[in-house]
C-alpha cells in the first residue's frame, strides 16, 4: 500500500506560479512512474506530467514549457512546479504512482484555481 498526500494548491492570479508535492509514504520501494493529473469540472480526469524511474518526464501539449514535474531519488516527493498559470489550468490536481504487478494509487488531491 501507497499513501499520497498532496498539498501546494491555492488561489493565483494568471501569470502566477504554484508548486505542488506529492508526499509518498509506504510500500513506496516498488514505484516506477509518478505523475499529476487534473480535473475541472464536467470534465475527465486527464494527464498534466508525468516522470519515470529514469527520469523520462511527458507533459500534456497544454502545459508543455509552463510545467515542470520532478522527484527526489527515493520518490519520497513529486513536484509540480506550475508557471504562468492560466484560468483553464483551474482544476483538482491529483497525484499518482504505479508499481508494477500493483496497481496505481491516487491522493485526494488539491485545489488550483487561477484568476483571470
Known amino acids: 500500500q501507497v499513501q499520497l498526500v498532496e498539498s501546494g494548491g491555492g488561489l493565483v492570479q494568471a501569470g502566477g506560479s504554484l508548486r505542488l508535492s506529492c508526499a509518498a509514504s509506504?510500500?513506496?520501494?516498488?514505484?516506477?512512474?509518478g505523475g499529476w493529473y487534473r480535473q475541472a469540472p464536467g470534465n475527465q480526469r486527464e494527464l498534466v506530467a508525468r516522470?519515470?524511474?529514469?527520469?523520462?518526464?511527458t507533459y500534456a501539449d497544454s502545459v508543455k514549457g509552463r510545467f515542470t514535474i520532478s522527484r527526489d531519488n527515493a520518490w519520497n516527493m513529486v513536484y509540480l512546479q506550475m508557471n504562468k498559470l492560466k484560468p483553464e489550468d483551474t482544476a483538482v490536481y491529483y497525484c499518482?504512482?504505479?508499481?508494477?504487478?500493483?496497481?496505481?494509487?491516487w491522493g485526494r488531491g488539491t485545489q488550483v484555481t487561477v484568476s483571470s
Open positions: 516522470i519515470t524511474g529514469g527520469g523520462s518526464t
Open positions: 499518482n504512482v504505479l508499481i508494477p504487478y500493483d496497481g496505481g494509487y
Open positions: 509506504g510500500s513506496i520501494n516498488g514505484i516506477n512512474v
